[in-house]
């Protein structure tokens, strides 16, 4: 054993009793984040609005400061973008992430010097949890990857701009530098699939260790290495121990994957985003990723079916319960406040505090009144992939309202598969009997022949890969939505598909 891979040991038991530490303590840590954040944030242009200076408990902040999205907290972010100083959060950001937006174009998230480490550290933290979980650490010997967004930085006003995963480029430790591929030039090339072929030039005759990226750009680099070398990826990286994916559900990918790999390969799950780096798996038994309580972040959360309502009830982390839909907000040293991340979570455990992602919150099928959620697609294609064989790329669900012949309404899944199954209307049914055990309301529809069972259209190889593409959203950390309430998505690929 090396001595990096034995420091990597002694370092990782270290760092786990220090998660332990806050992680036993979950009420009183997130009470000691609320009261930092009050009080640094109290003469900022935001504090002063909301009178910060009042507020000694969470139902004082909950009374003063409503739940906002970018689009409502928007005017005080183009205030830091014009260059004032003390808007959200002390002095000036030392970053804009910059993401896309719906109804107001690019977003920029801050990033400040209080938040930025949180980033950073998260990432790391999980790889030495499984470290101190597993006693393996010869891995860091090798090299690694992670397929992220170009590092080159523009500017605005004095504060770096660029996307999430290019700043944290910056921050790599200086240890890790010799391990990491791929290198800074390749990395900085905007075009994707230039990218990825230049990624797989340089990683091809590598010992690739650790693998990280959101699941279908990882996909996409592992069939090119296999198209390249007519060899699983196991095979090709002998060393390979640890693949770390995060942004979507890895589950739709995995039989997808695990035929790539050819072998068993350890998985970290990771939950970060521009406006904080939320969760990470820290163990390799236990489902659901451990909530940061300690990362500068205050958590409130709204059941999903009331988020909607005029007045929602907010809650704090002592109060949620497992297996119940949450829409999450967030409160953060980067200058957010009851911020709505758009995202669903559902705790799988609440000692320590576990989260999954179960969606996103305007990401949903209710045409009918179904509300049919992410998390419920996402188990449904499993189970019947299970069920099948059925080994799937990516896919997309959308209603279909108005159908021809005077058939009844249904739902349409976009799938493309690896190879299309013979029996694509089995396939379609075990999908729809498994969301109809999960979801009651899409049974009553289906019983009441309100709906008919689900149609499957498959879409071409390098379909999604092509759509993606068309809207200018190929690679980095772009994803497919999974679900959409509408049409737009469907109709695209309909008239892709029929050229």
């Given amino acids: 054993m090396s001595l990096k891979a034995l420091g990597a040991k002694v370092f990782a038991r270290h760092i786990r009793k220090k998660i332990n530490k806050w992680a036993s303590d979950p009420i009183k840590t997130q009470e000691q984040v609320f009261r930092n954040l009050i009080k640094t944030a109290k003469n900022t242009a935001f504090g002063k609005d909301h009178n910060f200076e009042e507020i000694q408990t969470f139902s004082d902040f909950a009374a003063r400061v409503p739940i906002r999205d970018y689009e409502a907290l928007k005017p005080y972010v183009d205030r830091v973008v014009k260059g004032e100083k003390d808007i959200l959060w002390p002095g000036k950001p030392l970053y804009f992430a910059k993401t896309s937006g719906t109804t107001s174009g690019s977003k920029y998230i801050p990033l400040t010097a209080a938040s930025m480490p949180t980033h950073v550290r998260a990432a790391r933290n999980a790889i030495l949890c499984y ?34 995963s290019g700043i944290v480029a910056h921050y790599i430790p200086k240890y890790l530098q010799k391990n990491r591929l791929p ?40 069939e090119r290495l296999q198209q390249k070398t007519n060899k699983t990826i196991g095979e090709l ?43 990470f798996q820290d163990r390799q038994n236990e489902k659901g990723m451990l909530l940061q309580l300690d990362s500068g972040m205050f958590y409130e959360f709204v059941k999903a079916d009331t988020f909607f309502d005029e007045n929602p009830k907010r809650i704090t982390i002592g109060e949620v319960e497992i297996g119940v839909n949450y829409v999450m907000l967030v409160s953060t040293n980067a200058g957010l406040w009851a911020y709505n991340v758009g995202d669903t979570v559902q705790f799988t455990s609440t000692s320590p505090y576990r989260v999954v992602v179960s969606g996103r919150i305007k990401h949903f099928i209710s045409a009918f009144g ?20 059925a080994m799937i790329n990516d896919f997309t669900v959308a209603p279909q309202v108005n159908p021809d012949h005077s058939e009844l309404p249904y739902h ?71 679900l959409s309430n509408d049409r737009n998505i469907a109709d695209t690929l309909s008239v892709m598909i029929d050229k």
């Fill in 183 to 222: 290198s800074w030039e390749t990395n900085c090339i905007e075009d994707w699939e230039e990218k990825v072929d230049a990624i797989v030039e340089e990683t091809i005759h590598q010992n690739m260790t650790i693998i990280s990226g959101i699941p279908p750009w990882v996909q996409m680099y592992f």
């Fill in 412 to 482: 349409e899944w976009f799938i493309e598969f690896q190879e299309v199954p013979e029996d694509v209307e089995t396939l379609a049914l075990e999908i729809d009997n498994s969301l109809r055990n999960q979801n009651t309301y899409y049974d009553d529809l289906i019983e009441g022949k309100i709906l008919r069972t689900l149609k499957i259209t498959a879409v071409p190889k390098d379909g999604f890969k092509n759509y993606m593409k068309s809207i200018g959203k190929l690679g980095g950390q772009n994803k497919l939505p999974r």
């Fill in 370 to 389: 179904e509300h049919v959620i992410g998390k419920e697609v996402e188990q449904a294609l499993k189970d019947a992939a299970e069920v099948t064989g």
């Fill in 131 to 164: 470290i101190d979980e597993t006693g393996k650490s010869d891995f860091v010997d090798g090299k690694m990857i992670f397929l992220q967004g170009s590092p080159e930085l523009n500017e605005k006003n004095g504060v770096q701009l660029g996307r999430l």
């Fill in 237 to 279: 990286f002998k060393g390979f121990e640890l693949f770390i994916y995060g942004g979507v559900n890895y589950e739709p990918y995995k039989r997808t994957f695990e035929k790539l790999i050819g072998r068993k390969v350890a998985g970290i799950e990771l939950y970060p985003a521009s406006e904080g780096f939320f969760a």
